[in-house]
């Protein structure tokens, strides 16, 4: 069956420093992965997206993130960090039916 | 270019009453759409997703229902509803049709079940 994980339930990072929030994945087949953003109270915002190419996807607000086959691993990423980035971020992956697969999702928070 | 409504943002209903949120689609034709619940601000829950008109997936048997009487209009129905119904409920759609596509998801709806 396929899977998306989020090992972390929190990340915790000072302003201005880089963030890494990690995502692996299970799925047959080419992996479609997204990462989505949620501030409070509010809908899942796109960030990104891999299909194909790249292994560094470049996507909104400064957010990138790295595709590695390998480590199975979709980690989103920023070099420096604003108090805004505070949020709730999920990854997802894409099974080709129609179906979405999202992780638990994991809350960053930036410290001022 | 595309947007997607979901209304009313809020809810608060007795507990045995009936539910409806309502979900519309703009500026595309025949979208995958999907009714999403997010419990205590965290996971999704797939409830149902449609591919066209009247065709209607459900994901978990409970006491939702749902229905696509047009092309880019999608309801969530409750005959009578219950404490556990409360949460988030996040309606989505993404292009139709076969390949990859973004899915994108409207701003929730509220439900809170007294």
């Known amino acids: 069956a396929q899977s998306v994980a989020q090992p972390e339930d929190q990340v915790n990072v000072a302003e201005g420093n880089p963030l890494t929030v990690k995502c692996t994945y299970s799925?047959?087949?080419?992996?479609?992965l997204f990462w989505y953003v949620q501030y409070p109270n509010r809908g899942l915002q796109f960030l990104l997206k891999?299909?194909?190419?790249?292994?560094l996807v470049k996507g909104s607000y400064g957010f990138e993130a790295e595709f590695n086959k390998s480590q199975t691993s979709f980690h989103l990423k920023k070099p420096s960090a604003l108090v805004s980035d505070s949020a709730l971020y999920f990854c997802?992956?894409?099974?080709?039916?129609?179906?979405?697969?999202f992780g638990t999702g994991t809350r960053l928070k930036v410290l001022a | 270019s595309q947007t997607i409504h979901q209304w009313p943002a809020t809810l608060v209903q007795p507990v045995g009453s009936p539910l409806s949120l309502e979900c519309t689609v703009e500026?595309?034709?025949?979208?995958?759409l999907y009714w999403y619940r997010q419990a205590a601000g965290r996971g999704l829950q797939l409830l149902f997703y449609s591919v066209g008109i009247g065709q209607i997936s459900s994901e978990v048997p409970q006491n939702l229902s749902a229905s696509r009487p047009q092309d880019r209009q999608f309801i969530l129905s409750s005959k009578k509803l219950l404490l556990s119904d409360s949460g988030f409920y996040l309606c989505?759609?993404?292009?139709?049709?076969?390949?990859?596509?973004?899915?994108?998801f409207g701003e929730g709806s509220w439900l809170t079940v007294v």
């Open positions: 500026g595309t034709s025949n979208p995958n």
């Open positions: 989505a759609w993404r292009p139709g049709g076969q390949g990859l596509n973004t899915i994108y």
């Open positions: 997802a992956s894409e099974g080709g039916t129609y179906k979405y697969i």
């Open positions: 799925v047959s087949g080419n992996p479609y």
């Open positions: 891999y299909i194909t190419g790249d292994n």
